[in-house]
């Protein structure tokens, strides 16, 4: 019995770590869904970052996706929609997320980190570089988001140096034919 109370002491403190709306309740009111046993709830958000937090990233999709539909606008749930599309290999619903959640909020600075990461994952490292210059107009002291994709770029640009073009051929002496 200690145990189950301890546990769902833990539970209920990392629903409350996650998510300050599975502390207060969820979305507008009412007992959040999504059951963990024990007369624990969290919602579909807070659970959702929970399964992220142990890399569960397609088992958080459906939880994002309840959560979005009870708030359509939410940028942090369209971010981590993307986070979880990108993880999972799903790049162009990825894209589409970070680009719905910079829609909904343009200096949101988690959109903007793992949107730059996405871009390093397609070997775009033009458009990665323009997430980090957003980044840098939105925290110009610095931030852990710039610190992030300035690592993430750092960490590419090692593992993938540019290519030297190669030397044009030098002209080569031809014979004529029929000569030898």
Excluded: W
Excluded at 54 to 73: F, G, N, V
Excluded at 119 to 138: C, F, K, N, W
Aim: proline share 7%; with cysteine; aromatic share 8%.
């Amino acid at each position: 019995m200690a145990k189950s109370i301890l546990f769902g002491a833990v539970l209920l403190a990392a629903g409350a770590a996650v998510s300050p709306l599975a502390a207060s309740g969820g979305y507008g009111g009412g007992m959040p869904s999504g059951g963990f046993g024990g007369g624990i709830q969290l919602d579909d958000y807070a659970q959702a970052l929970r399964l992220i937090h142990h890399e569960k990233y397609a088992d958080a999709i459906p939880h994002l996706e309840r959560a979005l539909a009870a708030r359509p606008h939410s940028a942090d749930i369209l971010n981590y929609l993307g986070f979880t599309k990108r993880m999972v290999g799903d790049y162009p619903t990825s894209l589409a997320f970070y680009q719905k959640a910079l829609q909904e909020d343009p200096d949101h600075k988690g959109a903007h980190e793992y949107l730059g990461e996405l871009y390093l994952d397609m070997h775009d490292l033009v458009s990665a570089q323009g997430q980090l210059a957003e980044l840098v107009r939105i925290c110009p002291s610095d931030c852990d988001e710039r610190n992030m994709l300035t690592k993430s770029i750092a960490s590419y640009q090692a593992a993938n140096p540019p290519t030297a073009s190669p030397a044009p051929a030098a002209p080569t002496a031809s014979t004529p034919s029929g000569t030898n």
